[in-house]
């Protein structure tokens, strides 16, 4: 007994200390000018005058570890400088403790999430993206023709990415989502010197603060005014529209979500799927839960709160009420589904199957409050929809 | 007066064997006290249940006493080590797991691991002794046969070569002539008391077949309702235990014809 | 068998570990000449840098990890039936896999389904330290029974149960996590040899060492198993002892592999039985080297399938060392009638 306790003891130090150490970089504010982020928590850049440096705050939920990526820009004809002061600069950076160097702007780019694509079309560097793992989910016309071209190479799946492949292509930086712990395959693409950048989008709860990250590509580009002005835009959309609605009194109630074997899932009342619908004027009837992920519930406790709710926003997959109907008897009970007032995202979708929505949707929030508003509140929108419809028979 | 009982290769002293459970013993067998001497052909006898296996398995130290205990040349067995005590009594048992892919040779020649090296691997004395093991059963001709190719009185000559090859003074046999018809049983008793006479092994084994073991053994222990017999088959028959052996009124016991009968 | 015919079969093995080498590592989704290759792990010059780091640093180290996970399973199983008399056994027969599936499962899916923040131990090693950590205890559980065990079939038992048990715990935890999580956790679960870092694979290889070693030092006492419990003890098996290095070396082994790659099923269990029928001999002094060629030889040949050359899309390892080695294995005992073991 005596040797487990040992044993015991021997395995929590070793777990102690394994824990990850922030690297502090040397906060010099009188010489770097941060950029102002005003909705995203996640990132941050500030500029000096030799380099910039982008700050990943949350690469993932309740990261600990803060990266730090610095961008040197190249010269005037696009290749990368290569003289003593930059040397120095680089052996600087690295001295402090950043997490890689990139030469900016970035020609030839590996990303692994549909929700990075819209970033690159809108500052016109569609053209850098030269591989993404499992092609079949990007839904966008532009990047479909470039697929058609050959021009993106597939990378196999983003669990288990084909390391050769993507050694092979070595593009300037991949852009990746960050996960606790490490992804074997993607230290072996940093060994081999590429570097990883972790983009946190997806942890921001806040509509605007999703679609603010595409200052972090401007930065990669050096296209840091065009983002702004950009973001600026969709910012103006989204904050009148809000405005207008929230002098509408009349706030229908909201279900949402749909059964995956015998437990409902839907966002929980942080997540920015609800606060996009509160901003649309809706009452979503599950707002009061806390955390932003989504809650298993079920059949009984979601008809027992929503069945009277006016509309059905979102029901997973579905896209026809007859499918629903035979799938579960349950869901004809709601009055959404009797009244005709469910609504979805999954008919539009692009050409080999992956659905607009995810890749679009958090980056134009603007577009999806107001095709939300446009279903709640039909008379004050015109345009048709982006993303949502109604379901079919 | 000579003490018989320093020349004796075998002994137990005041031994009960049996059971040991963490709330009660069970005793099978107490107040065992034998003397067996180098070269003797000593057979164990008695009812099923009698506790002729357990006792076997307890002078093997396969399985600890009661109470009292068990000395081989003159050293008690529990704290001679593993290897040693390999060194000076092997065993053949029946009913074992014993894996069917081995061949003749191989299992034979396992015989021999109380004295390789590390690895196992078989020197030219080791295979000396394996040859001679094989020429004493008359087994030579099985070499290269599987196991379980053999017939049962061959596999039992087999086993036999095993412990012969394990050059032990003393070597154990429980229950070897079961399985085997009269013609085998005879051959193998004719075995036992070749290697116990000739080449000076201590052999004691456990029977059913009591005329046998009373025509050809040194000596025998009965074991009876938990107390045990140990003299010279004569000697026993004298003492009436046969008469009463069996507790049934079907089976009487001829002391002139040294055997049992249905009545 | 004479010695005539194991040096012979020993030569077809040597060669076919080098062919089988040399195709894993020529073979991959990058296309790359076999004049290449060589270039690259002898030094020589290579057209492009990129293939020389996949070569060196991705195929190579691979190539490494299979030759040991396949090694080192095969050595595990041949114990494992061995010790139990038990032609079913496999490494994972003491629930190792099943401790690791349950260290992972906790360090991927607690997070979310027990409130557990992980992040304790995140970082590089965080999902190896939490797999070891999960056969270690299980081990642990599973050395605490063997004292008090007399009889190795209970044991058998035994490490089937815990194994039942995790099984469980892990499906409670994935039932309550996250798509994201439980995609990540599936897919540690179909097992990757690849993605090493050349620490990972130095440990492994040390860890390997150490096992082979305590398996070396167990031929002895293995062969004295084939008889049974009681010829063992009575030919000078130091019987607890060795029951106990049998054990260490195994969990050292199949816990070591199955943190760094995963669980791999199926080639503990069928590369002994393969060995056995080309090779018709019980002792484990000639079994053992030709187990260790042969794990090899079988983990090679599937990862060079498992990587579907040209293609861009990889295979799980775990479902082609099954879908390769049982048709062998069904066409072997059909082919000879009846189980040698």
């Known amino acids: ?393 | 007066m000579n003490n018989p009982s320093s020349h004796s290769i075998l002994q137990t002293r005041d031994l009960s064997i049996g059971y040991l459970a963490s709330s009660v013993n069970t005793v099978i067998a107490s107040d065992i006290n034998l003397d067996i001497y180098k070269g003797e052909l000593v057979g164990i006898v008695g009812i099923n249940g009698a506790g002729k296996s357990t006792l076997l398995r307890t002078l093997s130290g396969l399985q600890p006493t009661v109470s009292g205990e068990v000395t081989l040349s003159r050293k008690q067995i529990k704290t001679i080590t593993p290897s040693l005590l390999a060194q000076q009594l092997s065993v053949v048992l029946t009913n074992q797991p014993i894996s069917k892919n081995l061949s003749v040779a191989e299992l034979v020649a396992l015989g021999r691991q109380p004295y390789t090296n590390w690895l196992g691997t078989n020197s030219d004395t080791d295979r000396a002794v394996i040859i001679e093991a094989f020429k004493n059963t008359e087994t030579l001709a099985l070499k290269d046969k599987k196991c379980h190719e053999l017939s049962d009185g061959q596999l039992q000559r087999v086993l036999i070569a095993r412990a012969l090859a394990q050059d032990t003074d003393v070597i154990l046999l429980d229950e070897p002539m079961t399985h085997l018809d009269l013609h085998h049983k005879a051959s193998l008793l004719k075995l036992l008391t070749a290697i116990a006479h000739k080449h000076g092994k201590t052999i004691l084994f456990s029977t059913h077949d009591i005329p046998y073991a009373l025509n050809a053994c040194d000596k025998m222990v009965v074991m009876k309702n938990g107390s045990t017999h140990f003299e010279t088959p004569a000697t026993l028959i004298e003492s009436g235990v046969f008469d009463t052996l069996f507790p049934s009124e079907h089976v009487g016991f001829d002391r002139e014809k040294r055997n049992f009968f249905l009545k | 068998m004479n010695n005539k015919s194991y040096t012979s079969i020993f030569l077809i093995l040597t060669l076919a570990l080098i062919v089988c080498i040399l195709a894993n590592l020529s073979l991959g989704s990058v296309g790359i000449p076999i004049k290449e290759v060589i270039a690259s792990l002898t030094g020589g010059h290579v057209s492009k840098p990129s293939w020389e780091y996949i070569i060196v640093d991705y195929r190579l180290p691979k190539a490494i990890t299979a030759i040991i996970a396949g090694s080192g399973l095969a050595v595990s199983g041949l114990l494992m039936q061995t010790l139990f008399r038990n032609p079913l056994a496999g490494p994972f027969v003491l629930g190792i896999s099943s401790g690791a599936s349950l260290g992972v499962a906790l360090y991927i899916l607690g997070g979310t389904a027990l409130g557990l923040s992980t992040v304790f131990i995140s970082g590089k090693w965080g999902l190896i330290i939490a797999a070891s950590a999960g056969s270690f205890l299980v081990l642990l559980m599973v050395i605490g029974v063997s004292t008090r065990v007399k009889d190795t079939m209970a044991l058998l038992i035994i490490g089937l149960m815990v194994g039942s048990l995790t099984s469980a715990v892990v499906s409670v935890l994935a039932y309550f996590s996250k798509a994201e999580e439980l995609q990540r956790f599936v897919f540690w679960s179909f097992g990757s040899l690849g993605d090493l870092s050349w620490n990972g694979v130095g440990i492994l290889a040390l860890c390997f060492t150490i096992g082979i070693s305590l398996a070396i030092g167990s031929l002895k006492s293995l062969d004295s198993f084939l008889l049974g419990d009681a010829y063992a003890k009575t030919m000078g098996t130091r019987f607890s002892r060795a029951r106990f290095l049998i054990i260490i070396a195994t969990s050292l082994l199949a816990g070591s592999i199955t943190a760094f790659a995963g669980p791999i099923a199926f080639i503990g269990l069928a590369v002994p039985h393969l060995i056995r029928q080309v090779i018709n001999t019980t002792r484990h002094i000639i079994l053992l080297p030709a187990v260790i060629m042969g794990g090899a030889i079988l983990m090679l040949i599937c990862d060079t399938i498992a990587q579907v050359p040209y293609s861009e899309f990889t295979l799980p390892i775990n479902a082609i060392s099954a879908m390769v080695g049982a048709p062998v294995v069904i066409w072997l005992l059909v082919r000879t009638k009846k189980l040698l073991f």
């Open chain 1, 1 to 393: 007994m005596k040797n487990a306790t040992l044993l015991i003891v021997i395995l929590l130090s070793l777990f102690i200390s394994c824990k990850e150490e922030s690297k502090e970089l040397e906060k010099d504010d009188s010489k770097g000018a941060s950029l102002s982020i005003d909705y995203a928590n996640g990132f941050s850049i500030t500029r000096y005058p030799t380099h910039t440096i982008i700050t990943i705050t949350e690469a993932f939920p309740r990261a600990q570890k803060v990266f730090k990526y610095a961008l040197i820009p190249k010269d005037s004809l696009g290749k990368n400088i290569d003289n003593e002061s930059s040397n120095e600069l680089e052996e600087t950076l690295k001295s402090q403790g950043v997490d890689a160097i990139l030469r900016t702007p970035l020609n030839a780019v590996v990303v692994t999430s549909t929700t990075h694509i819209p970033s690159l079309e809108m500052l016109g560097v569609a053209e850098t993206l030269k591989g993404f793992p499992n092609l079949d989910y990007i839904s966008s016309p532009l990047m479909r023709k470039r697929i058609a071209n050959k021009e993106i190479i597939d990378l196999g799946q983003n669990e288990s990415l084909n390391t050769e492949l993507t050694i092979e292509l070595h593009p300037e930086a991949m852009i990746s989502f960050g996960v606790e712990g490490e992804n074997k395959a993607l230290s072996n693409i940093q060994r081999a010197g590429i570097p990883v950048l972790y983009n946190g989008d997806w942890v921001e709860k806040d509509p605007l603060g999703k679609a603010e990250w595409i200052k972090f590509f401007g930065a990669l580009y050096g296209k840091e005014s065009e983002a702004d002005s950009i973001f600026k835009h969709i910012e103006k959309n989204y904050n009148t529209l809000k405005g207008q609605i929230s002098s509408i009194k009349n706030k229908p109630t909201v279900l949402s979500g749909g059964m995956f074997k015998d437990i409902w899932y839907l966002p929980k009342g942080d997540s920015w799927q609800a606060k996009v619908l509160e901003d649309a004027g809706g009452n979503y009837l599950w707002s009061e839960t806390k955390g932003s992920g989504s809650i298993a519930l079920s059949i009984e406790s979601v008809l027992e709160k929503g069945q009277q709710a006016d509309f059905w926003i979102a029901p997973g997959q579905y896209t026809s009420y007859a499918k629903l109907a035979s799938d579960n008897p349950a869901y004809a009970q709601f009055d959404a589904f009797k009244n005709k007032k469910v609504y979805t995202f999954a008919k539009y979708k692009g050409e080999t199957g992956g659905l607009l929505y995810y890749e679009l949707a958090p980056n134009r929030p603007d577009l999806v409050l107001r095709d939300l508003a446009k279903i709640l509140h039909p008379d004050i929108i015109a345009e048709e929809f982006t993303f949502f419809d109604t379901l079919d028979e």
